[in-house]
């Protein structure tokens, strides 16, 4: 059974910055996209990032420039480096892993940004 489980999120005040980690077991992590998408209460899950087999990366407008998404093979893992945190990037951020028709999903990290 596939794993990913998510850590580093936790509470941080405006102007901050958190690191989420994604670790990803029984897989062959290399060949999959690497996603994160967060949902806030009462909003829809979206996409923020997402970091492709070959090393490509994509952020939701809202994050450009603040979020870095990486990701480590050697060690199964995809990183989401967020600074400039703000009050409305407070969600419960998922980690998901594609590969063709396949999709796996992490529990989730909270991340809540509040003075």
């Known amino acids: 059974q596939v794993q990913l489980v998510e850590s580093g999120g936790g509470l941080v005040q405006p102007g901050g910055s958190l690191r989420l980690s994604c670790a990803a077991s029984?897989?062959?992590?290399?060949?999959?996209?690497m996603h994160w998408y967060r949902q806030a209460p009462g909003k829809q899950r979206e996409l923020v990032a997402s970091?492709?087999?070959?090393?490509?990366?994509n952020y939701t407008d809202s994050v450009k420039g603040r979020f870095t998404i990486s990701r480590d093979n050697a060690k199964s893992t995809v990183y989401l480096q967020m600074n400039s945190l703000k009050p409305e990037d407070t969600a419960v951020y998922y980690c998901?892993?594609?590969?063709?028709?396949?999709?796996?999903w992490g529990q989730g990290t909270q991340v809540t940004v509040s003075s």
């Open positions: 998901n892993a594609k590969w063709v028709a396949l999709s796996y």
């Open positions: 029984r897989m062959v992590f290399s060949i999959h996209d």
């Open positions: 970091i492709t087999s070959g090393g490509t990366t």
